[in-house]
């Protein structure tokens, strides 16, 4: 694995030095993730023997030093490619971001030209999780024609405890057609995966059934529901809020059967 950020699609690293039987780093990382890394530099046991961490392939080594398994980007699904915004996006995001019942979940309000430009500027510019905060957010683009269709973010809420929120929207014109099924899976493997997040937790429109719907597909449990807790337009928001934790994701594929053994008699 280079040490250097790879050219063409994006690369991200972070590493880290073996120093005096600690970790001395560029920048941050999960809690969850630093503790497993400090054990190993203590131990200074082979990547393979640190819990939670080399399983995941977050640990290489590289020129005396480790470094922390890049990001690589765009990420496919079936009929996806899921990567970082550009500008020529303006028009495909204007088309969805400034519907009312995408307003509701964006970080920025998008009601007039400039807000649109603003929005995107923000959107292009969250492609990596260091800390607390931090948001990842990937645009949907359709295999074949590349038409840009919604978007995905993930959001680090809290270290201490490995905690993330998941946001997204989609162009009405291209609902109900499997794409966000397709990008949330993606998205939801990558947050247990490769950032060892711990609980996922997603907030969406009490009255919107698709997005109901979908929760339950992914296998994500209803924690609560907050009954008109807050004024939208002059309407009452009612707002489920979803989570579902790293064990409980796809369980039956990370179960394995035994074979059964030959009887002693």
Known sequence: MPCSRAGGT??????FCEMNGYLSGTSD????????LKRFAQSRREPGRVPGIAEA?????????????????????GHLVLRPFERSDLDAVRRYHTLPSVQRYVERPTRYEEDVAAALAIMRSQVELHRPGETLTLAMVRKGDAVLVGHVS??????????????????PA??????????LTALVDL???????????????????????LMQKLGMRLEAHYREHALFQGE???ELHFAML????????????????????
Request: proline share 5%; aromatic share 10%.
């Open 191 to 213: 947050a247990f995966d490769h950032f060892r997040i711990h609980r996922l937790m997603v907030r969406c429109d009490g009255r919107s059934h698709h997005s109901i719907k």
């Open 57 to 77: 392939g977050l640990l290489y080594p590289c020129g005396g030093s480790w470094i922390m398994s890049s990001l690589r980007l765009p990420i496919e699904t």
């Open 154 to 171: 993930l959001k680090w809420s809290d270290a201490t405890a490995g905690q993330g929120e998941l946001r997204f929207a989609i162009d």
């Open 10 to 15: 994006r690369n991200f690293t972070t590493r």
């Open 29 to 36: 990382v999960p809690a969850w993730q630093a503790t497993g």
């Open 246 to 265: 790293d064990r409980e994701w796809r369980p039956t594929a990370k179960v394995q059967e035994l074979p059964m053994r030959a009887r002693v008699a």
């Open 236 to 238: 009452w928001d009612e």
């Open 174 to 183: 291209h609902s109900g057609k499997g794409y966000l099924t397709q990008a």
